[in-house]
């Protein structure tokens, strides 16, 4: 079958690259079908040009999938309507986060074929199989789709055991000179970075987060190793910005990876997502030797009865100690602060800013976003259940209207006073980072003029 992958434009001047949709793409031609990829976030092409497209060229599926969010769902919205407007109409699929937890709703509003819930790579081959073969489509686990306007949602599918077996994404079908072109904390301007997917899930479970597949499944060392050879040696990639939700999902998996890559002499840079009760020095150091720069931490509140609502596994000790050690190793953190979960208030969100200030290294800008409970999240059916919350309707198209606005308020603060103690708490951290910047700056320009610097390379921005 011919299929068109939709990378949708998110409005950003360089879009981190579309690894969930590669591995499809690498699935699918394995399996025989043609593969083409429609770059819309590259050429930030329009949805009438999409209708233009299908018109010329005739596809048998169209496939796109989103994230929860506000944006996502809306330019969803417009790339559905671009789609059903064509004349050759190819069979349409939807997948990701977005639509899973609410299939169909997702249906009925962009008039979707079909939806893939979860963990698409087997489920879409065994889909697009009963579909030539005009097999019965009740026996492919994990799809949903609507007949005469009712839910078919089959059972659940099993998640893939040896995520090894996975092949490496298709590369090749994408422009991979503009991706990596993408800035993350501590690159240089000659570095190419590019994100790798060293494992699969999550062990914790937030009351926050609307992953759908339970526990971590993580891929072998050698596997990771031998794809961040092939990066460097087929696109220069130098910085690898590891994409899974928890790549230090365990102290022992963690020295795993950081000693492959010291023996392997990778000689990269390298970002993860890691959590703080693993954060110890020995660790830490052993990470800054592989090349590590960069750990995205889950902190989410500065509160110890708030962090127990969010069954956050993590205490403000284990936090405290664990940013401290990740500064000393020569680490840079980044610090994911949230407001507005249950039972939070003004006191709650000083801590969070009181502690951004003290221990900000000055390597990215970072704000407070209100907590948002996306549909297949705790928060989400906490929010029906209280009434704070009507369905997945009420959430798309009248309470997630950004996600640096409040969805749902928890709290015993009015809106009003919300947005007040978060205006203020953000005013102080973006003052706090443009204060930090000049006075770097400042330091620069000394260096310049008063030591005769010779290696300045001008005021630039990246």
């Not at 596809?59 to 789609?83: H, M, P």
């Not at 023996?263 to 009760?277: D, F, M, P, Q, V």
Request: hydrophobic content about 35%; charged content about 30%.
């Amino acid at each position: 079958m011919r299929i068109l992958l939709i990378v949708y434009d998110n409005d950003s001047y360089i879009h981190y690259f579309p690894l969930g949709l590669a591995y499809i793409a690498s699935v699918l031609r394995n399996a025989g079908h043609e593969v083409e990829i429609y770059s819309q976030d590259v050429h930030h092409y329009s949805e009438e040009h999409l209708t233009d497209y299908l018109n010329k060229n005739k596809f048998d599926v169209i496939g796109v999938n989103v994230i929860a969010g506000y944006y996502q769902y809306r330019k969803l919205l417009k790339i559905s309507e671009a789609v059903n407007k064509s004349k050759n109409k190819p069979i349409y699929i939807l997948g990701g986060h977005g639509p899973s937890p609410e299939p169909e709703y997702f249906l009925k509003k962009t008039k979707a074929d079909f939806v893939v819930i979860g963990e698409g790579e087997n489920t879409i081959i065994e889909l697009l199989d009963g579909i030539e073969n005009k097999k019965e489509l009740k026996s492919v686990k994990g799809i949903a789709y609507l007949d005469k306007n009712k839910l078919v949602k089959t059972e659940q599918r099993e998640l893939i055991k040896d995520v090894d077996s996975i092949p490496f994404p298709a590369w090749d079908l994408f422009p991979i000179d503009y991706y990596a072109l993408i800035r993350m904390p501590h690159t240089g301007n000659k570095d190419r970075v590019f994100p790798v997917l060293s494992g699969r899930g999550c062990h914790f479970k937030c009351n926050f987060c609307y992953r759908m597949d339970k526990g971590f499944r993580p891929r072998s060392v050698e596997s990771i190793i031998d794809e961040i050879k092939m990066l460097k040696k087929d696109f220069g990639i130098n910085y690898i910005s590891f994409a899974d939700e928890l790549t230090m999902a365990s102290e022992e998996r963690t020295k795993e990876l950081c000693n492959a890559f010291i023996k392997e002499k990778l000689n990269i840079k390298w970002l993860c997502n890691g959590r703080l009760n693993f954060a110890n020095p020995e660790l830490l150091t052993l990470m800054k030797k592989s090349g590590c720069v960069f750990i995205n931490y889950g902190i989410e509140c500065m509160d110890d009865e708030t962090l127990k609502v969010m069954n956050k596994n993590l205490t403000v000790k284990q936090i405290e100690e664990g940013i401290i050690a990740t500064l000393e190793a020569g680490i840079s953190p980044g610090f994911n602060i949230i407001f507005g979960n249950i039972g939070e208030d003004e006191k709650t969100l000083q801590k969070g800013v009181d502690f951004l200030i003290k221990y900000d290294d000055g390597s990215q800008l970072r704000t407070i976003r209100p907590v948002t409970p996306y549909p297949g999240s705790p928060l989400y059916y906490y929010a029906i259940e209280k009434g704070l919350l009507k369905d997945v309707e009420d959430f798309y198209e009248n309470k997630h209207t950004n996600s640096d606005l409040m969805s749902v308020n928890f709290t015993k603060l009015s809106d009003d006073d919300f947005y007040k103690v978060l205006f203020k708490a953000n005013k102080k951290l973006i003052e706090n980072y443009f204060k930090n910047k000049a006075k770097n700056q400042v330091g620069v320009a000394r260096k310049l003029y008063l030591e005769r610097d010779a290696s300045f390379r001008g005021f630039r921005q990246t």
